[in-house]
């Protein structure tokens, strides 16, 4: 949906007094006589120049003070027609014909619903973020009350024998705890990493030439990017 301007929508409206000088310069400057002819240059019409002492005058001209006038009145008429169409401002409503005000209105509720619906997106986008949240820290609270009877199983896992049932009860678990998005890292001989590892012990080894895992104590769990728990190891170190 194309982006309103109303500025722009109401500067083209109709303008009342632009309407009603056209109409009358479109209207003929003066009526003819009765008798459809039109008084020659020069000459004046039977009476208009009749005196009371029945002497005969010339066309009347008008005085020249009236002539300022007229002139005056047509330059400052002007003047305001430019300076209302320079401005570029809304028109008044009292200057707009009925079609215009109707324009008017239209364009102010539109511009009013766009308005609505910007602030509706922005709050379902931040209900959208605020739910996301709240889902993984239900998922977190739950994952960090699990976390002793993960480890225990983890240590029946390494140091005994696990039977079928148990294996497919621990199985279980795990896909359970991946369908929420949670990752269990800590693998013995991976590269060491200070943000996603927790040293409760370093080692010298001889045959190491960077510092790696060596024992996995507690194994390490996540959400994306996010660390639940640090893998607690102990890192084989080079030599000095």
């Given at each position: ?35 459809g ?76 619903l ?21 889902r ?37 678990i ?7 998005g ?17 040293a ?13 895992v ?16 640090a ?10």
């Open positions: 949906m194309a982006e309103f301007n109303k500025d722009d929508y109401l500067n083209d409206l109709p303008d009342a007094d632009d309407f009603a000088d056209k109409t009358a310069a479109s209207a003929p400057a003066g009526s003819a006589p009765a008798d002819t039109a008084p020659a240059d020069g000459q004046v019409a039977p009476g208009a120049g009749d005196a009371g002492d029945g002497s005969e005058t010339g066309a009347s001209v008008p005085a020249d003070g009236d002539a300022q006038t007229e002139q005056d009145a047509a330059a400052g008429a002007d003047s305001g027609d430019k300076s209302q169409s320079e401005s570029g401002s809304e028109p008044a409503e009292d200057t707009l014909t009925p079609l215009g005000k109707a324009k008017q209105e239209a364009a102010e509720y539109l511009e009013a766009q308005r609505e619906r910007a602030e509706f997106i922005n709050y379902r986008n931040r209900a959208a973020k605020e739910q996301e949240r709240f993984q820290h239900g998922i977190i609270d739950v994952l960090t009350a699990l976390l002793p009877a993960l480890d225990d199983i983890d240590r029946i896992r390494e140091h005994s024998e696990m039977d079928d049932s148990f294996k497919a009860v621990s199985a279980k795990d896909k359970a705890f991946e369908k929420f949670v990752e269990k890292f800590g693998e013995k001989g991976e590269d060491f990493d200070p943000t996603r590892h927790d409760i012990l370093h080692k010298p080894d001889p045959t190491a030439d960077k510092e790696i060596d024992t996995v104590v507690e194994a390490g769990y996540r959400i994306g990017d996010r660390v639940i728990r893998a607690r190891v102990v890192v084989a170190s080079p030599q000095a």
